[in-house]
Antibody, heavy 121, light 111 residues
Framework: EVQLVESGGGLVQPGGSLRLSCSAS????????MHWVRQAPGKRLEYVSG????????YYADSVRGRFTISRDTSKNTLYLEMSSLRPVDTAMYYC??????????????WGQGNMVTVSS | QAVVTQEPSLTVSPGGTVTLTCGSS?????????PSWFQQKPGQGPRTLIY???NKHSWTPARFSGSLLGGKAALTLSGAQPEDEAEYYC???????????FGGGTKLTVL
């Protein structure tokens, strides 16, 4: 059974940093691209970032490029999202999502339960 | 950045049929955009219903189907049930995943 469990969220001040983790199980982690998608309270889904199965290709939304870094550790079956220079508009539920391919195509497979990040003073 | 558009809201009668659409500001949506559809019920996270235009997950009820229709991606619900009341989002992938954009969502009411 595929499971994606996010952790690391919480309350952080504007300008601060946070690292989200997504522990994956139930599939061969290195064989699939992974993504982060977020949803601000009461708002639409917003794509954040994606990484290929071997970690060699990464993509970012314009809104986070230069501030967020996606990475993965195959030995730990874990996906990460390092977030810095956080802004109140980054406040959202962050979801870890599995792709159906090794290359980055779309977050169109299993979703994690989400982890809340709140940026506020 | 591309803009993906969906109907803000639709209403369907129980047992009825409704089609939700997903358009792209860049033009015709094709299978090469790997359109996907997601269902989100209040207080829950999203789940994938349709991927790669028309493929269903193991948990996708048979009454849901995906297609391309009039230059857009489409999600058709045939035989709507009260439990289908939810927000539905579509997604378009551009340039092989270099840009991924969600639509604004369609709030579907079964009434």
């Amino acid at each position: 059974e595929v499971q994606l469990v996010e952790s690391g969220g919480g309350l952080v001040q504007p300008g601060g940093s946070l690292r989200l983790s997504c522990s994956a199980s139930g599939f061969t982690f290195s064989s699939y691209a992974m993504h982060w998608v977020r949803q601000a309270p009461g708002k639409r889904l917003e794509y954040v970032s994606g990484i290929s199965g071997n970690g060699g290709s990464t993509y970012y939304a314009d809104s986070v490029r230069g501030r967020f870094t996606i990475s993965r550790d195959t030995s730990k079956n874990t996906l990460y999202l390092e977030m810095s220079s956080l802004r109140p508009v980054d406040t959202a539920m962050y979801y870890c999502v599995k792709d159906r391919r090794k290359v980055v195509v779309a977050p169109s497979d299993y979703w994690g339960q989400g982890n809340m990040v709140t940026v506020s003073s | 950045q591309a803009v993906v558009t969906q109907e803000p809201s639709l209403t369907v009668s129980p047992g009825g049929t409704v089609t939700l659409t997903c358009g792209s500001s860049t033009g015709t949506v094709t299978t090469g955009h790997y359109p996907s559809w997601f269902q989100q019920k209040p207080g829950q996270g999203p789940r994938t219903l349709i991927y790669d235009t028309s493929n269903k997950h193991s948990w996708t009820p048979a009454r849901f189907s995906g297609s391309l229709l009039g230059g857009k991606a489409a999600l058709t619900l045939s035989g709507a049930q009260p439990e289908d009341e939810a927000e539905y989002y579509c997604l378009i992938s551009y340039s092989g995943g270099r840009e991924v954009v969600f639509g604004g969502g369609t709030k579907l009411t079964v009434l």
